[in-house]
């Protein structure tokens, strides 16, 4: 499974990013999509994740309401459509697929098979 992110860029306080994640190479249903961040001197930290086949999504609570996850089958790109943003959402994004059956662990890195490279997300005040 191949993982391509795209989308990061610099922005300023209260504008819009949607990033992308095409993924490619082995398929399955029971993929769960996850989106996470890192910022520099800090651990990787969970954003959002969506189920591949259900579609359904959980956020963590620093972007709810502001980030949304989405996935479009047709495409297999899983997409993080970012809103009202903040310098604190300053961060490399890493796009993420797991195959296993992950619950109440679905917002541990650990929990995820493949990961994309990154994308730079710079949002200045």
């Known amino acids: 499974v191949q993982l391509q992110a795209s989308g990061g860029g610099l922005v300023q306080a209260g504008d819009s990013l949607r990033l992308s994640c095409v993924t490619s190479g082995r398929t399955h249903s029971r993929y769960t999509m996850g989106w996470f961040r890192q910022a520099p001197g800090k651990e990787r930290e969970f954003v959002a994740a969506?189920?591949?086949?259900?579609?359904?999504?959980y956020y963590a609570d620093s972007v709810k309401g502001r980030f949304t996850i989405s996935r479009d089958k047709s495409k297999n790109t899983v997409y993080l459509q970012m809103n009202s943003l903040k310098p604190e959402d300053t961060a490399v994004y890493y796009c993420a697929a797991s195959l296993r059956s992950i619950t109440s662990s679905i917002r541990f890195p650990s929990s995820y098979d493949y990961w994309g490279q990154g994308t730079l997300v710079t949002v200045s005040s």
């Open positions: 969506i189920r591949w086949s259900t579609g359904s999504i």
